[in-house]
């Protein structure tokens, strides 16, 4: 990732995700406003490197979420007050609570293991960050 602090990080993953057209481009600004609104409540930089922004908006129909790796580290504002490294965004539709708390405890458990953490931190491609994600889950 190119940012180098959480807005511009959320920005970032968001633009990604119209890009790939997991996200309509009219929805992009609703949706980082779910996003800002819940970043602004309590910061969602977990520590140890990691931060899960995330959200529910009435204009997805399925979970779309986007991973992000910093290698200069982003400032978020997090538990531990250290740099985040790893930034896994995802967006719920609206009135799916378990999905969401599912999908949150999911991303949080993975991240919490520190082998998983050290593969993403040297892998050396997107794919090969995907295949970790494929084969480790």
Do not use: Y
Not at 13 to 23: A, F, H, P, S
Not at 45 to 65: N, Q
Not at 71 to 90: H, K, M, R, S, Y
């Amino acid at each position: 990732m190119k940012a180098t602090e959480r807005w511009a990080a959320i920005v970032e993953l968001i633009d990604l995700l119209v890009r790939l057209g997991k996200i309509k481009p009219a929805d992009r600004d609703p949706i980082l406003t779910a996003l800002r609104q819940r970043e602004e409540t309590m910061s969602t930089g977990i520590g140890f490197g990691i931060a899960i922004p995330h959200c529910s908006s009435d204009r997805l129909d399925e979970v779309v979420a986007a991973f992000g790796r910093s290698t200069n580290g982003i400032e978020f504002d997090a538990l531990d007050n250290a740099p985040v490294q790893f930034v896994v965004l995802f967006i719920v539709p609206k009135n799916q609570f378990q999905t969401h708390l599912r999908t949150l405890a999911s991303i949080a458990k993975f991240l919490n293991d520190r082998s998983v953490r050290e593969s993403l931190a040297t892998a050396k491609s997107a794919e090969e960050i995907l295949s970790i994600f494929r084969d480790r889950s």
